[in-house]
């Protein structure tokens, strides 16, 4: 199936760009170089070209998320991989440096400061401190980070076991923790585990070299290490490191005495005297896994009676995907694994990507981006005057987007996915999940905190100080015997590699999806409101501004997680009996 863009409607007509635009070098470089040199006379002029640039930095956009999106479709398409490679490979570093000179031009320009704050406040602040900690030397850098990432890729793509007389890949082995039969289960574990294992030198060496060439990066730019530059690379304006540390603690002291409370009462009704890595995702009654749907078409209008009854506006996007085609949801056969929500910001429309199997996770994963894509039609309608997508878009509130709808759209299962006890069994998941993502990304920030602070470490200590943090945040399931599996665990985390230092959004995320949830469970006409209203903001608006417009309070330290706990521990029990 060929996905065609040109029949998607185009609504919002070019003002500035030339219709025959390609995506070739020389075309974009003569956009650069006009928006490079015109004159700007007045705050008139300057408002002019920002609005030139944010529509040409939609296209941009748009055709990268084109390239990445069939990459991801059919990545046995060798026109579709070379594609997406000639755009990081050639495309891209070029984009760099001349959108660092846009940058540099707007930072010169005295009429600055005369543009409304109300609209431009935020965008101005992002784009002085961009240019403030642009280094050309950077750019190749960046490049052989990419470089090392797609090693990475391809280390750990590679994995496959053979396993019940098949090949099958790590992701395919995971359905096998959810199975009823222990035996089973730590087969499994074990041979993927030790298959991993078999790379982690190969790794270790990759990330290595990936955090001294960060560590690189951070001296050019000015900074003592890449903890420091990443807040400013990543606009974090609103938190500090040592923000991020008290949410360790609080995670230490709230969230991890009611997960290893679950672990406990998981042991009991599990009947067994230790738990074991591979009985963390079983159904403690040792029931079946859920089997919310069996079909793509079934989730689909499962998921449309659901929206029905959460709110008829966010419904009619929906609706209004699905009459697009905007939904790429079955699983086949050279696609690549995972879900996301991408947007092409030219038309101004989201696009859903995922592997649909017919799993619990298949329902949330499907709702979850569909709360992204709540965003990008929401701030379609604000018709905000820059560029909102993309990089500029704060993940700490577009994780509250998705998160929420995750949770919200989860109190209208019953009579459409499940009967009464699934509904609530599938709630119940989602509320023990939602307690090990806290102590997860609890784990995964200190140890890069750990990590970066420290830039200069032997293999063994990196090693040592990733199981004391584990430790610290860790379930009761018990790691004896399999001393090196649990030191290596880090390395099946992405982000790690992929994204530095992205992680702690998720938990700053989630205090305010919990938020929103739970006034939608006293007043879901008033929550809905104030969700939308605040996913109408886009980016033009601070963290803690965005959250009030949500309704929830921001912040994320122990106070916030105390109460969190206590609302988390009612709905366990709620859901359980
Ligand atoms: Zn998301």
Redesign the pocket.
């Known amino acids: 199936m060929v996905f065609d863009y040109s029949t998607l409607p185009r609504e919002f007509k070019r003002q500035y760009l030339r219709q025959d635009l390609k995506f070739e070098w020389d075309d974009l470089n003569r956009v650069y170089e006009e928006l490079g040199k015109r004159p700007l006379g007045s705050e008139a002029d300057l408002e002019r070209w920002l609005l030139d640039e944010a529509e040409f930095d939609a296209y941009l956009y748009e055709q990268r998320a084109i390239r990445y999106f069939n990459s991801t479709r059919q990545t046995d398409n060798p026109e579709y991989t070379k594609a997406y490679e000639e755009y990081t490979e050639l495309l891209e570093p070029k984009i760099k440096l001349a959108s660092f000179n846009l940058l540099q031009r707007y930072v010169a320009s005295q009429f600055r400061g005369q543009l409304p704050r109300k609209v431009y406040g935020l965008e101005d602040r992002r784009r002085k401190s961009a240019a403030s900690i642009f280094r050309s030397e950077n750019v190749e850098l960046e490049k052989e980070e990419s470089d090392l990432s797609q090693m990475y890729y391809r280390t750990t793509g590679a994995m496959t076991v053979e396993f019940q007389g098949q090949e099958r890949t790590m992701q395919q082995m995971s359905k096998f923790y959810e199975a009823p039969d222990r035996a089973l289960r730590e087969e499994a574990w074990r041979l993927s585990s030790q298959r991993a294992l078999t790379d982690s030198e190969r790794l270790d060496t990759v990330y290595t070299e990936m955090v001294s060439l960060r560590d690189k990066i951070a001296r050019n730019a000015g900074f003592d290490n890449y903890r420091d530059y990443t807040f400013v690379k990543k606009d974090r304006f609103d938190y500090t490191p040592d923000d991020c540390e008290d949410f360790h603690r609080g995670v230490e002291e709230a969230i991890v005495p009611l997960s290893r409370n679950i672990d406990r009462a998981r042991a009991e009704r599990m009947r067994v005297e230790v738990l074991r890595p591979w009985d963390m995702q079983v159904d403690p009654a040792g029931r079946e896994a859920l089997r919310p749907f069996d079909q793509v078409p079934s989730l689909v209008s499962g998921a449309r009676k659901v929206m029905a009854n959460v709110d008829t506006e966010l419904s009619s996007y929906f609706e209004r995907m699905v009459e697009l085609q905007l939904l790429d949801l079955d699983s086949r056969k050279g696609k690549a694994p995972g879900g996301y929500q991408e947007e092409l910001a030219e038309v101004r429309l989201p696009l859903i990507f995922m592997n649909a199997v017919g799993k619990d996770d298949d329902v949330r994963t499907l709702l979850?981006e569909c709360g992204?894509s709540f965003h990008t039609f929401l701030m379609r309608k604000a018709m905000l005057p820059f560029f909102n997508g993309g990089a500029n878009m704060p993940n700490e509130f577009s994780?509250v987007a998705?998160m929420s709808m995750e949770m919200i759209t989860g109190e209208h299962y019953e009579g459409v996915f499940y009967d009464r006890d699934d509904a609530k069994r599938s709630n119940w998941k989602e509320v023990v999940d939602n307690v090990k993502l806290f102590t997860w990304v609890a784990t995964i920030d200190a140890f890069q905190h750990w990590v970066y602070t420290h830039p200069v470490h032997t293999k063994d200590e990196r090693a040592k100080a990733w199981v004391a943090v584990f430790n610290r945040f860790c379930g009761l399931e018990s790691y004896e015997g399999l001393e090196s599996n649990r030191a290596y665990r880090w390395q099946r985390q992405l982000h790690l590699f992929e994204v530095p230092f992205y992680y702690i959004e998720y938990g700053i995320a989630l205090t305010g999806a919990l938020g929103v949830w739970s006034r939608y469970r006293k007043d879901p006409k008033d929550a809905i409101e104030s969700y939308k209203s605040a996913l109408s903001f886009g980016c033009a608006r601070s963290l803690p501004e965005l959250f009030e417009a949500a309704g929830v309070e921001w912040g994320f330290g122990p106070a916030t997680l105390r109460r969190i706990a206590g609302e988390l521990r009612s709905a366990i029990k709620e859901y359980a009996d």
């Open positions: 979850h992204h994780e998705s």
